[in-house]
Each structure stands twice: as C-alpha cells, then as structure tokens.
Nanobody
Framework: VQLQASGGGLVQPGGSLRLSCAASGTRFSISTMAWHRQAPGKERELVASITSSGRTYYVDSLQRRFTISRGNDKKTMYLQMNSLEPEDTAVYYC?????????WGQGTLVTVSS
C-alpha cells in the first residue's frame, strides 16, 4: 500500500489549508485512516482519525479547527485545517490500517508563519 500526502505549504496565521492523502496499491478495504503530525523537536502525535464507516476521532484541542473526511472511494482522506496557528507548523503524515497493518505516507510540510 502506498500513501501519497499533499496539500502542505506556507500559510499565514488564521489561514486555511486542505491536506489530501491518496492510497493505492491495494484492492482491499482500508479500515481506519488517520493524520499525525510531527513538529520540529517534538514527537509525532495523532491529529485525527476516521474509520471506513465515517466515525471520527480528534485530539480535543484541534476539533474546533480541523475536520477529517474520506472520499467516497474510501481510499482518499482529507484534513481541512482552519484558523491555523504557528503551533500547527509540522510535517503531517497520513496513516492507513489494512488487515491490522499500518502504512505511512511520506508526509507533507505545513508552515504557519507571517
């Protein structure tokens, strides 16, 4: 399974970005997909996850600004990020769980700065 994350970039504080993650290389269903992020000098942390049925989970502090979703094909995932803050600067990684195995994308860099 290959995961391709995209949509990162430089944005000013208060701005918005939409990240995308596309999974390929499998005919089987992907159960849970998730976004994680790793800020400079910090450990990787979970941002949000979504099951194949659409059940979502968010880190409490991000729920009011971030929205996770999946495409109808269930192999694409999105993260709409609004009201971005400098503290959101990080490399954002997508994860997909297939038959109990986790797969990771290469990450996309989000920089929030004026």
């Amino acid at each position: 399974v290959q995961l391709q994350a995209s949509g990162g970039g430089l944005v000013q504080p208060g701005g918005s970005l939409r990240l995308s993650c596309a999974a390929s290389g499998t005919r089987f269903s992907i159960s849970t997909m998730a976004w994680h992020r790793q800020a400079p000098g910090k450990e990787r942390e979970l941002v949000a996850s979504i099951t194949s049925s659409g059940r979502t989970y968010y880190v409490d502090s991000l729920q009011r600004r971030f929205t996770i979703s999946r495409g109808n094909d269930k192999k694409t995932m999105y993260l709409q990020m609004n009201s971005l803050e400098p503290e959101d600067t990080a490399v954002y990684y997508c994860e997909a769980v297939l038959a109990g195995t986790a797969y990771w994308g290469q990450g996309t860099l989000v920089t929030v700065s004026s």
